[in-house]
């Protein structure tokens, strides 16, 4: 599956220029910035462009057909929790995807995770952070015994995942009992989806978020310039920088309203689950830009046998992948855990994985291995939460949210595919 993109010298990760070479060549103005981005975008490289034209669109077209509910502080806190596991999902699948492998089980996974979650707490008495680390320690071991499979013995990813995409579910059904629920009332872990960080704290929080990135964004700038290496005018990275402070500040400000139904009580405040997603996506986008196992990553999905010449372990690759999409399938599992107060010998089944890879897909990560980010699960299952949750406000019909959801990851798989091989032509 996965593409002949690098070389053996660049599978061992970026080159570094002759002094002053990379920027005399490049065209450090915003004319020259825009020419670049266009260039990319002939040359096949979409990037998150399709998954942001498709929030945007889908906002507008919801909030002009439910103009009073859509954007309410209240149903925009229910899509961002509604989203929170199929983005951690979708997350961990992206290591997965970047080798041009697939994992079928992902998010059987994650129901048997919280299987595990909901057995320790309830049946066991233990304490939460031994059910959470429990569960958690469940995935890893399941993706460790997934990786081996693909890795070790040579099994077709597609094939392994497959066939534990059926027996996953077998061991949730034992956990759970047949047509059984397990209802979960730890605090701690009902709070994730159902409570909210109070409002002062939030507001610290965002600014902090807003704060950090400007810096992180001008200090690389800044180095870069320093090593007259290639970098963007200051202009556009102060516009970046405000954009993103404005998204922030935005969604704090909506989210910190009191959208309770009654004045009785007060319901205002972040849910938790929002800065855990955010706390995870910081940690997956720093392992696969700023380390060399992420360098690593892309290489053997761009070419696994140039990787292989250059000396990474492949092997040792692969089976990692998999043991951190399984780690992540059960950190979704305790989030849905968490939002359902309950788990049902079907958790995890269902659409559970189509969402996630439709959502990685969405996002901008190739089917074909090679390239992705983490932000393409969130970006992808904002698209996925929008839809399902519009067409709830709208009323429609159950059988066309499948079918307008599939049409969406067929198109986002198309638009893969067809840039994929206007990269290769541009070659």
């Given at each position: 599956m996965s593409s002949n993109t690098l070389t053996a010298a660049e599978a061992s990760g970026p080159q570094k220029p002759a002094a002053g070479f990379e920027g005399d060549r490049q065209d450090n103005t915003v004319g020259g910035a825009v020419r670049g981005y266009l260039d990319k975008l002939r040359g096949g490289d979409l990037g998150a462009l399709p998954a942001v034209l498709g929030i945007i669109t889908l906002g507008i077209l919801f909030t002009v057909l439910r103009p009073g509910t859509f954007l309410s502080p209240i149903n925009l806190a229910n899509l961002a929790v509604q989203a929170t596991p199929i983005i951690v999902l979708a997350m961990g699948l992206v290591f997965v995807l970047l080798l041009g492998e697939i994992d079928l089980s992902a998010g059987v996974v994650s129901g048997v995770c919280s299987a595990v979650l909901a057995q320790l707490l309830v049946q066991g008495g233990f304490s939460w952070p031994v059910a959470v680390l429990a569960a958690i320690a469940a995935g890893a071991v399941i993706g460790l015994f997934t990786g081996s499979l693909v890795g070790m013995v040579g099994i077709p990813s597609f094939v392994?995942?497959?066939?534990?995409?059926?027996?996953?579910?077998?061991v949730t059904l034992r956990l759970i009992g047949q047509g059984g629920t397990v209802p979960v009332r730890e605090p701690v872990i009902r709070a994730l989806a159902n409570e909210n960080v109070p409002v002062t704290i939030g507001w610290v929080l965002a600014v902090l978020v807003a704060v950090a990135y400007a810096v992180i964004e001008l200090w690389r700038w800044r180095a870069k310039k320093a090593k007259d290496l290639a970098h963007q005018p200051l202009l556009l990275v102060v516009v970046r920088v405000v954009l993103m402070a404005v998204v922030v500040l935005g969604v704090t400000a909506i989210l910190n309203?009191?959208?309770?139904?009654s004045a009785a009580i007060e319901l205002a405040?972040?849910?938790?689950?929002?800065?855990?997603?955010?706390?995870?996506l910081l940690v997956v986008t720093f392992v696969l830009s700023r380390t060399s196992f992420g360098r690593h990553m892309y290489a053997v999905g761009g070419n696994a046998e140039a990787a292989r010449r250059a000396g990474i372990n492949v092997t040792r690759i692969r089976v990692l992948a998999f043991v951190i999409s399984s780690s992540l399938a059960a950190v979704s599992g305790i989030l849905a855990t968490s939002r359902l107060s309950s788990v049902t010998p079907d958790a995890g089944a269902g659409n559970t994985l189509l969402y996630a890879v439709g959502a990685a897909v969405i996002g901008g990560t190739s089917l074909f291995g090679g390239r992705g980010r983490a932000r393409d699960a969130l970006l992808g299952g904002l698209v996925i939460a929008i839809i399902a949750n519009g067409l709830g406000l709208l009323g429609v019909a159950a059988y066309l949210n499948f079918v307008i959801t599939g049409g969406v990851l067929l198109l986002a798989a198309s638009v893969d595919a067809l840039a994929r091989r206007r990269a290769a032509t541009a070659r």
């Amino acid at each position: 599956m996965s593409s002949n993109t690098l070389t053996a010298a660049e599978a061992s990760g970026p080159q570094k220029p002759a002094a002053g070479f990379e920027g005399d060549r490049q065209d450090n103005t915003v004319g020259g910035a825009v020419r670049g981005y266009l260039d990319k975008l002939r040359g096949g490289d979409l990037g998150a462009l399709p998954a942001v034209l498709g929030i945007i669109t889908l906002g507008i077209l919801f909030t002009v057909l439910r103009p009073g509910t859509f954007l309410s502080p209240i149903n925009l806190a229910n899509l961002a929790v509604q989203a929170t596991p199929i983005i951690v999902l979708a997350m961990g699948l992206v290591f997965v995807l970047l080798l041009g492998e697939i994992d079928l089980s992902a998010g059987v996974v994650s129901g048997v995770c919280s299987a595990v979650l909901a057995q320790l707490l309830v049946q066991g008495g233990f304490s939460w952070p031994v059910a959470v680390l429990a569960a958690i320690a469940a995935g890893a071991v399941i993706g460790l015994f997934t990786g081996s499979l693909v890795g070790m013995v040579g099994i077709p990813s597609f094939v392994v995942t497959l066939a534990l995409f059926l027996g996953w579910q077998g061991v949730t059904l034992r956990l759970i009992g047949q047509g059984g629920t397990v209802p979960v009332r730890e605090p701690v872990i009902r709070a994730l989806a159902n409570e909210n960080v109070p409002v002062t704290i939030g507001w610290v929080l965002a600014v902090l978020v807003a704060v950090a990135y400007a810096v992180i964004e001008l200090w690389r700038w800044r180095a870069k310039k320093a090593k007259d290496l290639a970098h963007q005018p200051l202009l556009l990275v102060v516009v970046r920088v405000v954009l993103m402070a404005v998204v922030v500040l935005g969604v704090t400000a909506i989210l910190n309203q009191d959208r309770a139904l009654s004045a009785a009580i007060e319901l205002a405040g972040i849910p938790y689950a929002i800065p855990l997603v955010i706390l995870l996506l910081l940690v997956v986008t720093f392992v696969l830009s700023r380390t060399s196992f992420g360098r690593h990553m892309y290489a053997v999905g761009g070419n696994a046998e140039a990787a292989r010449r250059a000396g990474i372990n492949v092997t040792r690759i692969r089976v990692l992948a998999f043991v951190i999409s399984s780690s992540l399938a059960a950190v979704s599992g305790i989030l849905a855990t968490s939002r359902l107060s309950s788990v049902t010998p079907d958790a995890g089944a269902g659409n559970t994985l189509l969402y996630a890879v439709g959502a990685a897909v969405i996002g901008g990560t190739s089917l074909f291995g090679g390239r992705g980010r983490a932000r393409d699960a969130l970006l992808g299952g904002l698209v996925i939460a929008i839809i399902a949750n519009g067409l709830g406000l709208l009323g429609v019909a159950a059988y066309l949210n499948f079918v307008i959801t599939g049409g969406v990851l067929l198109l986002a798989a198309s638009v893969d595919a067809l840039a994929r091989r206007r990269a290769a032509t541009a070659r």
